[in-house]
């Protein structure tokens, strides 16, 4: 048979049939190769994310890629593994987190009205195992959130994607809401000028801040992808709200991958360039990254921070990702709650 069996509802229901599932890109179960090989043969086999065709990207990702990199962001992982207050893969915590602190936020009463799950894009616990879960809970209406608050087609339409996935397997298939974006959300761009504000008043301000987001290749952005215009718009955004002039803040882009053009300008040539030119001091931030994860912690406080101080600059001051941040969550939960309009919130 095709479709599955259907779970029989909770009798007396215990939630009102609404729940929200956020999702987030995913990582390895632990910082060993033999765990990273397979969490990166998932992610870089969708076709998302990987625009070549099949034929030609096959032998370059199981000939040399799978081969290669599994034992190099392996090692990358362990400096990152229990940092930051976080308990194993950084990401997966404040994933954990931001769901069961989101839950709290959206039934303040203390019960389960509108039960909060998570989810990874890649790896585990998956997209489809979480979407069973809430509908065994008594599910019958899921608000998917991405934890993406810019649109991409790497990113936002693959969560998508594995949502219909999913669906297609279903007999009974609940309601489904998608959040696509929030990169102008007044909360969230609140939120984000308020940890750079806190960090000001902890150690000062410094020559310029650099407001880094994940890269994507440039033909993505050609074939009509939305998302550097959105991460743009963060930006000048952030920049108003933190009353900034424009030569006091730049947008950059990083963790490029592969030998293909990605779209500029790259996050550590112009730390870099920026440190040889005089500016003593940077504050950086990753806008687009909900949860502290590789891309930050290793990537922007190791690797970028390193260069940017061996190309003569002095001090490099990275601020965290929103992570648990009570004035993301609440913004989190507005976003939820306008996405949620319409349907039951609770149990009467
Ligand atoms: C192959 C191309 C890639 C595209 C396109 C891409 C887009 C993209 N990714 C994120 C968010 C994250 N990416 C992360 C890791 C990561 N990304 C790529 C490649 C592409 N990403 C790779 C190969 C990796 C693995 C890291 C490594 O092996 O060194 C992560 C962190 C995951 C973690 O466990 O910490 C995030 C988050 C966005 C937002 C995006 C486009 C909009
Ligand atoms: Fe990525
Ligand atoms: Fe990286």
Not at 102 to 115: K, R, S, V
Not at 219 to 238: H, N, Q, S, V
């Amino acid at each position: 048979m095709r479709f599955a069996p259907e779970p029989s509802l909770p009798s007396p229901p215990t939630t009102s049939g609404t729940a929200v599932l956020l999702c987030n890109l995913g990582t390895p179960c632990a910082p060993t190769a033999a765990a990273v090989r397979p969490y990166l043969a998932e992610f870089l086999s969708d076709p998302r994310v990987v625009e070549i065709p099949r034929l030609a990207w096959w032998p370059i990702l199981h000939g040399i890629i799978l081969r290669l990199r599994p034992k190099a962001s392996a090692a990358k992982y362990q400096q990152v593994w229990n940092q930051g207050g976080a308990s194993g893969s950084p990401l997966l915590h404040w994933t954990q987190q931001q769901a069961r602190l989101l839950q709290a936020a959206l039934n303040p009463d203390g019960g389960q009205a509108i039960p909060v799950g998570y989810a990874m894009r890649y790896g585990r616990p998956g997209i489809a195992s979480q979407l069973d879960a809430l509908k065994t809970q008594g599910a019958q209406r899921i608000l998917i959130v991405p934890l993406y608050p810019q649109y991409s087609g790497t990113t936002t339409a693959s969560v998508c994607d594995a949502v219909y996935a999913w669906a297609g397997t279903q007999r009974h298939i609940p309601e489904l809401r998608f959040v696509q974006r929030y990169h102008q959300h007044p909360g969230y761009i609140a939120a984000l000028a308020a940890s750079v504000q806190a960090h000001w008043q902890e150690r000062g301000r410094a020559d310029k801040l650099i407001l880094s987001f994940h890269g994507v290749p440039q033909r993505t952005r050609d074939l009509g992808d939305p998302y550097i215009d959105e991460c743009l718009r963060t930006g000048a955004l952030l920049a108003q709200a933190l009353q900034l002039a424009p030569e006091a803040c730049q947008v950059t882009f990083q963790s490029r991958f592969g030998k293909a053009q990605w779209v500029e300008p790259y996050t550590q040539p112009t730390v870099e360039a920026l440190a040889r030119s005089g500016t003593r001091s940077l504050d950086v931030l990753c806008p687009g990254f909900a949860s502290d994860c590789i891309e930050t912690l290793e990537e922007i406080n190791m690797e970028v921070r390193e260069a940017f101080l061996a190309a003569g600059g002095q001090d490099y001051r990275f601020i965290p990702c929103l992570n648990d941040r009570p004035d993301w969550i609440a913004a989190l939960r507005d976003l939820c709650a306008q996405h949620l309009q319409g349907w039951p919130t609770s149990l009467e």
